[in-house]
């Protein structure tokens, strides 16, 4: 039986699993390859990241057409990443197959046990709340947007009964908050993100921070004349994590209503992870301080020295960006090589370090594109004897991923949302037709995998629950004779163009050789795909999947921005 990959996807996220041969090796020979990984770095930036090396052992010891001819020009694609080589004679266990990862990113090791699933929205509501009110330290939310309901009204009442405890506890350090959200998406309305938390801001000021991400492709005539309904489309701040001391949920879900009650997404908390949480929280603070930050006046403004996203120059701002946020993933890249080597010895002994986690992160705007290339590379890399399943609430592969899905020997199996569990289903005016244009996507798709008479290898399905919308995303890897997934992707990317190109994303790979953790996600997995059907050609000739020609025709064009 062929190995298979399943994506599934939702609006604003992504996820993923993945497995390799000898999924079932001992962890010692595969924490060894990793530690072979490491290779001495210069001075200077042992000098930069030696207080935080200490740090963390202290813790564990204790309208014009003109004006949007830019965004409609072809998108340059990524360059394939080249196959990093193996060491002679290495083992192929189960770390080694994905061994190439640590050489490109920050590879984190945990225990298993430490890793759970969430499987509802309410779940996800319910752990959010009890996580903010029992915070000591620190809490930091990222996230599309903040809803302005009462189930948000409780979680930001949640956030002040911390912050009140904390002030009242003269011998614990005072609670820091800092909340990262997308400027346009947060600014819509006269009730919004941002006056959802003012009176929190202005009541804590010294403890909150409030910071607004603005892309620096919105700006001039665009910004002026694109309807605040639609200048999301531009590019947003999309990651979805929320941290809380030393714990986190990475997640597709927003801050809203709707994914707290009945839009299935994705969830996975990591419990007691201190260093995980620190390249988290340093990671948002690293973007919030390129974003302009929000005052008790409800007025918005740039830190001192920062280039304005957009009233500075374009590559100024992006360069300066990036510059501030790859300075944190080569700072905790170097560190966890220096701790794998510096605890080698020690740590060998430790079995229960069953799991690895690999950041991934995609800005492209701002020059980075660290999550594309490991995506391209896991697709590229999936044999013959492997099952993808990957999911997406907006099923719109970009043209490197649709190719390598198409080109691979891997079996993909695909879940994306009906047309009536689409977050755009039944809305007014242009909105309404994204559903159609989706359809439109998913039917180009299939009729190319029929062409290719690979029905058999990539099957498409569709998710169906009533009253539900669909927003998951991510990915499962098996591994040839495994019944359970040794790797998956979890987070905000959707593998589509917005996701590759336009806005700011962060998401998870997690490898693992911890059984529970692998029936999580293989039970994840299942109950996802149990409410969704194959798609086939009937499926498109149903009255109800009539797609009207102008969608047709202005799809091509409006893709790259959804």
């Known amino acids: 039986m062929p190995r298979t990959v399943v994506f599934v996807g939702g609006g604003g996220g992504g996820g993923a699993a993945v497995c390799g041969e000898g999924a079932m090796a001992a962890p010692m020979s595969w924490r060894r390859l990793v530690y072979s990984v490491y290779s001495p770095a210069l001075a200077g930036v042992f000098t930069r990241i030696s207080d935080r090396l200490f740090r963390a052992r202290d813790r564990r010891g204790g309208s014009s057409i003109l004006l949007l001819a830019p965004l409609l020009a072809k998108t340059e694609l990524a360059p394939e990443c080249a196959p990093a080589a193996t060491a002679p004679g290495a083992p192929r266990s189960l770390h080694a197959h994905f061994r190439w990862m640590a050489e490109r990113v920050p590879a984190f090791r945990v225990n298993g046990a430490r890793v759970h699933v969430l499987a509802s929205p309410d779940q996800f509501y319910q752990t959010l709340k009890a996580r903010v009110r029992t915070a000591k330290r620190r809490v930091v939310l990222a996230s599309l947007y903040l809803g302005t309901g009462q189930l948000e009204q409780d979680l930001v009442n949640c956030l002040q009964e911390a912050l009140e405890s904390s002030q009242e506890n003269s011998h614990a350090p005072d609670l820091k908050v800092s909340v990262l959200l997308d400027y346009t998406r947060g600014s819509r309305g006269q009730v919004n993100s941002r006056t959802m938390l003012l009176p929190l801001l202005r009541r804590f000021t010294s403890q909150m921070r409030v910071s607004l991400y603005h892309t620096p492709d919105l700006r001039g005539l665009l910004r002026l004349l694109v309807p605040q309904r639609f200048n999301e489309t531009i590019g947003v701040q999309h990651i979805k994590v929320y941290l809380f001391d030393d714990s986190f949920i990475i997640s597709g879900a927003n801050l809203s209503d709707s994914y707290f009650t009945n839009r299935q997404d994705r969830y996975v908390l990591l419990e007691d992870c201190g260093e995980l949480a620190d390249f988290f929280s340093e990671l948002v603070e690293a973007v919030g301080d390129v974003s302009l930050q929000l005052g008790p006046d409800d007025s918005v403004a740039m830190r001192d020295g920062m280039v304005h996203p957009y009233k500075g120059d374009r590559q100024d701002f992006s360069a300066a960006a990036s510059k501030r946020i790859m300075e944190v993933v080569d700072m905790a890249r170097v560190r966890q090589q220096l701790l794998l080597s510096q605890h080698r010895e020690e740590e060998e002994g430790q079995e229960d370090e069953d799991t690895w986690v690999f950041p991934l992160v995609q800005m492209k705007p701002l020059g980075i594109q660290v999550d594309e290339q490991v995506t391209q590379r896991l697709l590229r890399d999936a044999g013959p004897d492997s099952t993808v399943y990957l999911t997406s609430g907006y099923f719109n592969l970009t043209r490197a991923y649709m190719s390598l899905v198409l080109g691979a020997g891997a079996g993909y199996r695909i879940l994306t949302a009906s047309p009536e569990?689409?977050?755009?289903?039944?809305?007014?005016?242009?909105?309404?037709?994204?559903?159609?244009?989706?359809?439109?996507?998913?039917?180009?798709?299939?009729?190319?995998?029929?062409?290719?008479?690979?029905?058999?290898?990539?099957?498409?399905?569709?998710y169906h629950r009533p009253k539900w919308t669909f927003h998951a995303k991510g990915l499962w890897y098996y591994l040839?004779?495994?019944?359970?997934?040794?790797?998956?992707?979890?987070?905000?990317?959707?593998?589509?163009?917005?996701?590759?190109?336009?806005?700011?994303?962060?998401?998870?790979?997690?490898?693992?050789?911890?059984?529970?953790?692998?029936?999580?996600?293989?039970?994840?997995?299942?109950?996802?795909?149990?409410?969704?059907?194959?798609?086939?050609?009937?499926?498109?000739?149903?009255?109800?999947?009539?797609?009207?020609?102008?969608?047709?025709l202005v799809t091509p064009f409006i893709k790259n921005f959804f």
């Open 421 to 462: 569990v689409n977050g755009f289903f039944g809305a007014k005016g242009v909105a309404g037709a994204i559903p159609d244009a989706y359809t439109h996507i998913a039917r180009q798709f299939y009729e190319r995998v029929r062409q290719l008479g690979q029905q058999g290898r990539v099957q498409l399905h569709e």
């Open 480 to 552: 040839h004779g495994q019944d359970r997934p040794c790797l998956t992707l979890i987070g905000s990317p959707n593998f589509g163009y917005r996701s590759v190109h336009r806005d700011l994303e962060a998401q998870i790979a997690i490898v693992t050789e911890n059984e529970q953790l692998q029936d999580q996600l293989r039970e994840e997995q299942e109950m996802l795909y149990q409410r969704s059907s194959e798609v086939s050609r009937l499926t498109f000739e149903q009255p109800d999947r009539h797609v009207k020609l102008w969608v047709k």
